[in-house]
């Protein structure tokens, strides 16, 4: 005869402490909604993070300069080889490049075309961090023309304060037509060199040239070889990572906080949601423990006819696993309830942005089946273990 929980149902003591059963049925619902809504939240975060944060590489390229205050003003503040290499080795830098700059001065003007001179500042890095780097972006010594990568916000500032000075306005294709006449001036003399911008960035703020032609004239004019630099540019997967951030703040690297913005809401909506993700796992251990002192009363108060069924030949083993499949239907139930109301509360969520995706995420269903499937072995471990112990 194939025996069932219903065939031994009158030998347990069921109907007592029906409060117990009913709040511990209820915490674990409650546990799993919030484990659920926050795992879902989190993607949710990390999905519109990057929706507000598109890459055309898959990585983000940041500056970073070392902070200014009135204590170390007095001091020199930039990055030194030694400096690069500990930024190279930490886990969420991809990579990292010293941005170098002239430390002779250089003038740059038009000719008549547009007559205007002025001293600028030239930088060089290398070429895998330039985000527009033509095939002409080379020099050779000896060489007397020299092209130049201009910053598209510099064109855009020129642009805006140009009608103040009577100057012309210019396209990006006329800018990249005019002749530059650069003037490069050191201690070790003087040199002339032609110009001609061949691409605009969008990504460094600067008047970029070749490495090896800034190398030989802070050689050549300054006698400089190794050359500090006030800006690093770093590459990684994610400018928001928290942990980069925190890696910054610990070291006194300023970088723009623009650049970095969501990396900060995404720290906070991560504890924020750690939290509640906290909150529901220890909600849902309390609700186990509750269930489980039910469960001892259960078999406390049904000792004597368990004890019976063993003395008619019922192995403890048959016995606990019967007994356990009585709550099976109930986890499911829990657990099915809360994923679906996971999933009402993520439709509605997205009405309101319509990046997202209107299912919940796999993962949710995963850890989901995840918890039904440790509730169940919880509970028939817990079953077992009190009727061996009869």
Known sequence: MNLTFKNIAPFLNTGQNKASRWLSYIGLGIGVLLLLCSVQMYININQLLKEKNPKKTGFDFISVTKTITDENMARDNRFTETDLQQIKLQPFISDAALLKANQFKAVAGAGQVIPFST????????????????????????????????????????????????????????????????????????????????????????????????????????????????????????????????????????????????????????????????????????????????????????????????????????LSKT????????????????????????????????ELSPFIHWIVLVIALLLLVISVAVNFRLVKKLLYNL
């Open 119 to 318: 001293d600028i500042f030239i930088e060089a890095i290398k070429n895998d961090f330039i985000d527009t780097v033509p095939s002409n972006f080379t020099w050779q010594q000896g060489q007397s023309d020299v092209p130049i990568i201009f910053s598209s916000d510099f064109l855009e500032m020129y642009n805006v304060f140009s009608g103040s000075w009577d100057l012309p306005q210019l396209s990006e294709k006329t800018a990249m037509g005019i002749n530059i006449f650069l003037r490069c001036t050191g201690r070790n003399g003087e040199q002339q060199f032609k110009a001609r911008i061949v691409a605009f960035s969008d990504r460094i703020n600067s008047i970029l040239v070749p490495e090896n032609f800034l190398a030989k004239l802070n050689k050549d004019l300054e006698g400089k070889e190794e050359i500090s630099a006030s800006r690093i540019y770093l590459k990684t997967k994610d400018a928001n990572n928290p942990e980069l951030l925190k890696y910054l703040e610990q070291n006194n690297y300023h970088v723009n906080k623009d650049k970095t913005k969501f990396g900060r809401i995404k720290k906070t909506l991560q504890v924020i949601t750690g939290s509640l993700a906290g909150f529901g796992v220890l909600v849902i251990l309390l609700a186990l423990v509750l269930f489980s002192f039910y469960l001892q009363l259960m078999i406390a108060r049904s000792k004597e006819n368990l004890q019976l069924l063993l003395t008619l030949g019922y192995s403890p083993h048959w």
């Open 323 to 354: 007994v356990a499949k009585k709550w099976i239907p109930v986890y499911v139930t829990v657990v099915m309830a809360a994923v679906i109301t996971t999933a009402i509360v993520h439709f509605i969520f997205q009405q309101f942005i319509s």
